[in-house]
């Protein structure tokens, strides 16, 4: 149990346009999704955190009108990179909260922008 | 300021070599304390939770201890196919957002 699914998995796109990803819970329902970045080499950074119904609460330093969080159901929540750049390029991660503290994580996304 | 460190951040074992991973954390009001497995180029896979100290969790070669100040991960006889970065990461504050330490890569070598 506790698979959350991501897609896609890898996503090649030219600067200025926008990008979508999708976080799945399969198989349980996620009141609250998080979204991360994670660089060569490096830790998991926070960006957001997301809510069913409610706007997404994003880090410090995380552009809100850059990634936008929608998270319109208990078992999908979506990152929009819009107007992408090659500095946006990055690993990115979600992950769902299971609802005893746990969180579960997708497969990634791999974005690169040209 | 919560916290988490992890050492060291790289280790060489060779196949049966037993040893541990540590994570020392401060954290106000400790919600769960969690061990993540990470392979490159792909998202972290749960592993373990512990709430409190003296808690303890197995699962194959693999334990997890947990102290008010650190928690251990203990690997025994290793193989192989256990290479990876391995995460640990708390959750509690104000905010309980999960706080990662920068990870061990481990390799084990045959």
């Known amino acids: 149990g506790a698979v959350v699914s991501q897609h896609p998995s890898r996503v090649i796109c030219k600067s200025g346009t926008s990008v979508k990803i999708e976080c799945r819970s399969l198989d349980f329902q996620a009141t609250t999704m998080f979204w991360y970045r994670q660089f060569p080499k490096k830790s998991l950074m926070l960006m957001a955190t997301?809510?069913?119904?409610?706007?997404?609460?994003?880090e410090q330093g995380v552009e809100k009108d850059k990634f936008l969080i929608n998270h319109a159901s208990l078992t999908l929540s979506t990152l929009t990179v819009t107007s992408a750049h090659p500095e946006d390029s990055s690993f990115y991660i979600c992950s769902a909260d299971s609802g005893n503290y746990e969180q579960y994580f997708g497969p990634g996304t791999r974005l690169t922008v040209t | 300021e919560d916290q988490v460190t992890q050492s060291p951040e790289a280790l060489r074992l060779q196949e049966g070599e037993s040893s541990s991973l540590n994570c020392s954390y401060t954290?106000?009001?400790?919600?769960?304390l969690f061990w993540y497995r990470q392979d490159p180029g792909k998202g972290p896979e749960f592993l373990f939770t512990l709430y409190s100290a003296g808690e303890e969790k197995e699962k194959e070669r693999l334990k997890a201890t947990l102290t008010k100040k650190e928690s251990f991960l203990h690997i025994t006889a290793p193989k192989p196919e256990d290479s990876a970065t391995y995460l640990c990461?708390?959750?509690?504050?104000?905010?309980?957002?999960?706080?990662f330490g920068k990870g061990t890569k481990l390799s084990v070598k045959p």
């Open positions: 997301s809510n069913e119904g409610s706007k997404a609460t994003y």
């Open positions: 990461a708390v959750r509690g504050g104000s905010q309980g957002n999960l706080i």
């Open positions: 954290v106000s009001g400790l919600r769960g």
